[in-house]
């Protein structure tokens, strides 16, 4: 997170509580907490939230889970795509263990068990750190719901070495207690400011509401409620001031602007880079293309790998308005004179430096013209025509596109939905989300959508690994595996 610098002792109490939460996966749990050692003043906690800002970002940055197994990547000339983009997952290959997931938890669950009981000299303070801690958790446990459906409910802070093995948990139940956190946070939260979009905001929180409202009345069936409960979450999003900037080219590439939600940071000399390294080319794969002034590249493959390229099936979306402004801002076709080479992504370009282009563009968790399409999908979910083309319209304006002239159907007005936000949010480690989402609503068939999936029967949704599952009785598989 932007100048974000996690102390010595704070991050051996969270390395201590980490491997604490890791025994939840384990049949004999051996951990120790030496939590007493460091909540001593209130100043404690600042610090200590912070430093758990570096578990959210790294899941923002998992477009492993967010994007690979969608329609919108293929291998580049260095390829980086995982058996999970082949759709070739089991126990044992491309499984999830969700080590890291529970330590985060774990990580708050302890924060908001010291903090409950301590006295602030400002509350206000005290209110904001508890209600960005239960952003945390429920951010956290939306990403497991998304990846792995069914997911222990962790709650309590481990201090002891009486660490409990626990179930997997209804996906229902989660939701639940991921909509009980996410409202106690946005009580809580003094005012609606962004003092830092690198953190929760009543902003953010109510824009993780919106999507968790979408997931819940779409995959689990929650029907109209939900859809009402994703707009009133929506609007308050509205009510904060941020508004689309004019120029689409600028969202991704201008940090903390003012469409920005919230955000990861990054910076160049981290140690580790954003996803959107994957995607810049090197100088020696397209040494020999006719534009190569046009196009962003790196001058080694350490710092632009060129694994990832644009599918066709994503070019396709803009087949039909060669003038929309988001091309050039989404990729740009290599030429070697007249023929048309790889088509690199241009989402991401990261900033040039003396030395070589990097990849630190910020992370986008939430924007507005996010929020926009998921009105528009939830006045679509609830038979409201007008009001869905309305948004829809919001941001196929900025793209300098002509409105929405299709049919006012529902089924129709979903998959105009769904493809606007293939060509507005691509690359922002959404679309296989969104993709099992609309599957389950109805609008697409993933299995014949998704180029990868065709003939198979993979669950969309990711099986345990095989570790996980030794170490703790209680646990199932997922269902498919």
């Given at each position: 997170m932007k100048k974000i610098c996690i102390i010595p002792a704070l991050l051996i109490l969270m390395g201590a509580v980490s491997t604490s939460c890791n025994k939840l996966l384990e049949v004999k749990p051996k951990s120790q907490i030496t939590d007493q050692v460091y909540f001593k003043s209130e100043t404690d906690f600042e610090p200590y939230v912070v430093g758990t800002y570096t578990s959210i970002r790294a899941f923002a940055n998992s477009i492993l889970y967010g994007d690979e197994r969608s329609e919108e990547l293929i291998n580049g000339t260095n390829s980086r795509l995982t058996t999970a983009w082949s759709q070739i997952l089991s126990p044992t290959v491309g499984a999830l263990n969700y080590n890291g997931q529970y330590k985060a938890i774990g990580n708050v669950n302890l924060l908001l068990a010291k903090i409950e009981p301590f006295n602030f000299s400002n509350q206000a303070v005290k209110n904001k750190l508890k209600a960005e801690a239960l952003c945390q958790r429920a951010y956290t446990y939306f990403f497991l719901v998304r990846v792995i459906g069914d997911t222990p409910l962790m709650l309590q802070a481990i201090t002891t070495d009486d660490v409990p093995l626990l179930p997997r948990a209804k996906a229902a139940d989660v939701m639940k207690q991921i909509f009980a956190d996410l409202d106690m946070a946005i009580s809580l939260f003094p005012d609606k400011n962004y003092a830092n979009k690198y953190r929760f905001s009543y902003g953010a929180a109510q824009a993780l509401k919106a999507e968790a409202k979408l997931w819940s009345a779409k995959v689990l069936a929650g029907g109209e409620q939900d859809f009402k409960d994703a707009l009133t979450a929506a609007a308050a999003v509205e009510s904060t001031g941020v508004s689309l900037l004019p120029n689409f080219k600028d969202v991704t590439t201008?940090?903390?602007?003012?469409?920005?939600?919230?955000?990861?940071?990054?910076?160049?000399?981290?140690?580790?880079?954003?996803?959107?390294?994957?995607?810049?080319?090197?100088?020696?794969?397209?040494?020999?293309?006719?534009?190569?002034?046009?196009?962003?590249?790196?001058?080694?493959?350490?710092?632009?790998?060129?694994?990832?390229?644009?599918?066709?099936?994503?070019?396709?979306?803009?087949?039909?308005?060669?003038?929309?402004?988001?091309?050039?801002?989404?990729?740009?076709?290599?030429?070697?004179?007249?023929?048309?080479?790889?088509?690199?992504?241009?989402?991401?370009?990261?900033?040039?430096?003396?030395?070589?282009?990097?990849?630190?563009?910020?992370?986008?968790?939430?924007?507005?013209?996010?929020?926009?399409?998921?009105?528009?999908?939830?006045?679509?979910?609830?038979?409201?025509?007008?009001?869905?083309?309305?948004?829809?319209?919001?941001?196929?304006?900025?793209?300098?596109?002509?409105?929405?002239?299709?049919?006012?159907?529902?089924?129709?007005?979903?998959?105009?939905?769904?493809?606007?936000?293939?060509?507005?949010?691509?690359?922002?480690?959404?679309?296989?989300?969104?993709?099992?989402?609309?599957?389950?609503?109805?609008?697409?068939?993933?299995?014949?959508?998704?180029?990868?999936?065709?003939?198979?029967?993979?669950?969309?949704?990711?099986?345990?690994?095989?570790?996980?599952?030794?170490?703790?009785?209680?646990?199932?598989?997922?269902?498919?595996?």
């Amino acid at each position: 997170m932007k100048k974000i610098c996690i102390i010595p002792a704070l991050l051996i109490l969270m390395g201590a509580v980490s491997t604490s939460c890791n025994k939840l996966l384990e049949v004999k749990p051996k951990s120790q907490i030496t939590d007493q050692v460091y909540f001593k003043s209130e100043t404690d906690f600042e610090p200590y939230v912070v430093g758990t800002y570096t578990s959210i970002r790294a899941f923002a940055n998992s477009i492993l889970y967010g994007d690979e197994r969608s329609e919108e990547l293929i291998n580049g000339t260095n390829s980086r795509l995982t058996t999970a983009w082949s759709q070739i997952l089991s126990p044992t290959v491309g499984a999830l263990n969700y080590n890291g997931q529970y330590k985060a938890i774990g990580n708050v669950n302890l924060l908001l068990a010291k903090i409950e009981p301590f006295n602030f000299s400002n509350q206000a303070v005290k209110n904001k750190l508890k209600a960005e801690a239960l952003c945390q958790r429920a951010y956290t446990y939306f990403f497991l719901v998304r990846v792995i459906g069914d997911t222990p409910l962790m709650l309590q802070a481990i201090t002891t070495d009486d660490v409990p093995l626990l179930p997997r948990a209804k996906a229902a139940d989660v939701m639940k207690q991921i909509f009980a956190d996410l409202d106690m946070a946005i009580s809580l939260f003094p005012d609606k400011n962004y003092a830092n979009k690198y953190r929760f905001s009543y902003g953010a929180a109510q824009a993780l509401k919106a999507e968790a409202k979408l997931w819940s009345a779409k995959v689990l069936a929650g029907g109209e409620q939900d859809f009402k409960d994703a707009l009133t979450a929506a609007a308050a999003v509205e009510s904060t001031g941020v508004s689309l900037l004019p120029n689409f080219k600028d969202v991704t590439t201008t940090r903390a602007n003012a469409e920005i939600i919230m955000a990861a940071y990054y910076n160049r000399d981290e140690t580790g880079a954003n996803y959107g390294v994957n995607a810049l080319p090197f100088l020696t794969a397209i040494s020999n293309a006719t534009n190569l002034d046009s196009i962003a590249y790196c001058l080694t493959s350490v710092n632009g790998q060129g694994g990832y390229q644009i599918s066709k099936e994503s070019r396709a979306l803009f087949s039909g308005s060669p003038n929309d402004k988001r091309i050039p801002a989404t990729f740009i076709i290599e030429r070697q004179g007249s023929v048309q080479k790889s088509a690199w992504i241009t989402k991401l370009p990261g900033n040039k430096y003396a030395d070589d282009r990097v990849s630190d563009n910020d992370l986008i968790m939430w924007r507005l013209a996010d929020i926009y399409l998921i009105e528009a999908e939830a006045y679509a979910g609830l038979n409201n025509a007008d009001q869905a083309i309305s948004y829809l319209n919001k941001v196929r304006t900025r793209a300098g596109i002509e409105n929405y002239a299709g049919a006012a159907d529902k089924p129709t007005i979903e998959r105009a939905i769904f493809d606007e936000r293939g060509r507005e949010l691509f690359f922002e480690n959404k679309r296989w989300y969104d993709i099992v989402r609309f599957h389950f609503g109805g609008t697409v068939d993933a299995y014949n959508y998704v180029p990868n999936l065709k003939g198979k029967t993979t669950p969309l949704f990711w099986p345990l690994s095989t570790t996980v599952l030794a170490a703790n009785s209680k646990l199932v598989q997922t269902q498919g595996y």
